[in-house]
């Protein structure tokens, strides 16, 4: 506790603190209260110590912070509210490598979104805050921030093009440009947490169906484009990919299943000067296949069953959403393309997050809710089916080796168990 203070190679000093902690440091107890009094001193004696700081993961009844009374009158770090993690996890980041002083980092690598120098700035994030404050108070601009904001995004994506260096090896450039998507991925789901909390009404639904038809334009060739290769898009296609499957996962976070519906019956237009040649896609045209991300398997021999699901998770964690809904989420969208879409794209949805889902012997828990014929004749409809019987026939068909289950090496999944199909609408 004493190194805490003294020891030179101790620069970053991190106090957890929520309520039990609190009260410990407070009344000097125990190990907390030996370390209390080794730490207040250096505190109270030293007004511009950046050594300490405290990170805060409890609020009481009236919303203050539970903090030790020695340190009330400092600034500290908010971990508490999920609707503010991913932007104050940054907060806690940059404290710890000093970016706010323009200080070269002395611990470990740079997280390549904290570099400002090759940073891509999206130039949204005046919008999104003016956005997150017109859902919070429920003003009437509401609907207006929303559209701003997402054609913003959608029109600065672009900034994220990617374009290949014979110096460089072209893999090593799109997970770069990936991993500086980050923070805007962080930033929209933001606002899709604070949507889901705070009222989504069917305006935002259709503004959201909106933003992903302008994104597919990103997604491959337009008939302009003379020079190309298959993986100049890979970076759109993932970071596309991941944005849709964030609001999937929101939507059932929250239980609004008829949004989630909509956004998956709807057809999704695809401007006339694509190469596809199809004008309207199901969003199964969000989820395509990725070449540069095998190449870079082999390449580095890394050996994963799939990059895409090791970076999804990844880039779930810290964020305000944890990954089991996005796995929910994938889920969901390939059950409803293996009952409702036949040949779209040509390759339907392959959920690959789910290679996480290990040997589940539970129901995923929109699943398990749906235990209850009420709870089912609520949800029944992100499926698009009538009846228990619509999806125990698809489960039939796997069972009968009628259908390909996703399989990754020697690991697949079983629907059956993560439908809960035994018991789904069984109870009133």
């Known amino acids: 506790m004493e190194k805490m203070v003294t020891a030179p190679e101790v620069k970053k000093v991190i106090i957890i603190s929520d309520k039990e902690y609190a009260n410990k440091a407070n009344g000097r107890n125990g190990g907390v209260g030996t370390e209390t009094q080794i730490i207040s001193k250096e505190i109270y004696d030293n007004e511009k ?15 203050k912070p539970y903090l030790p009374v020695y340190y009330k009158a400092r600034i500290y770090i908010d971990l508490s509210e999920s609707d503010k993690y991913a932007d104050n996890f940054e907060v806690l980041l940059r404290w710890i490598f000093d970016k706010p002083l323009h200080k070269k980092p002395p611990l470990g690598k740079l997280p390549a979104f904290l570099d400002d120098k090759n940073r891509i700035e999206l130039g949204t994030s005046f919008a999104q805050k003016r956005l997150i404050s017109a859902i919070k108070e429920k003003k009437e601009i509401l609907d207006g921030a929303f559209n ?48 889901g909390q705070y009222g989504l009404n069917d305006n935002n639904i259709s503004a959201i169906h909106r933003f992903f038809e302008s994104t597919i334009p990103y997604l491959d060739r337009t008939e302009n484009m003379s020079r190309y290769t298959d993986w100049d898009f890979d970076v759109f296609k993932f970071i596309i990919h991941e944005l849709f499957l964030n609001v999937i996962s929101v939507l059932l976070k929250f239980e609004k299943f008829n949004n989630t519906a909509f956004l998956l019956s709807q057809k999704y237009y695809v401007p006339s000067d694509m190469a596809t040649g199809v004008v309207m896609n199901s969003f199964v045209v969000f989820r395509q296949h990725l070449k540069s991300f095998k190449y870079r398997n082999d390449r580095l021999s890394l050996r994963r069953l799939s990059l895409r699901a090791d970076l999804l998770k990844l ?20 059950i409803y393309c293996q009952l409702n879409i036949k040949d779209t794209f040509g390759y339907g949805w392959w959920p690959e997050t789910l290679l996480y889902i290990g040997r589940s012997y539970n129901a995923l828990e929109i699943f398990a809710r749906a235990q209850s014929k009420i709870y089912f004749d609520k949800m029944k409809c992100i499926l698009n089916v009538e009846s228990v019987e619509d999806i125990k ?16 090496d020697f690991e697949s999944l079983n629907p059956s168990v993560l439908l809960g199909i035994e018991k789904l609408a069984n109870e009133k």
């Open 315 to 334: 880039r779930t964690e810290n964020s305000g959403l944890d990954f089991r809904y996005i796995m929910q989420a994938d889920f969901v969208l390939y």
């Open 148 to 195: 701003e904001y997402l054609n913003l995004f959608s029109e600065n994506i672009e900034k994220f093009r990617i374009h290949k260096d014979e110096n460089v090896e072209y893999d090593d450039i799109i997970f770069k440009t990936i991993e500086a998507f980050l923070p805007y991925k962080n930033e929209f789901l933001q606002v899709l947490l604070n949507l």
């Open 49 to 63: 110590q950046d050594k300490f700081v405290a990170v805060v993961t409890e609020k009481d009844e009236n919303g």
């Open 393 to 408: 026939a698809l489960v039939k068909e796997f069972s009968d080796g009628k259908r390909e289950l996703p399989r990754w």
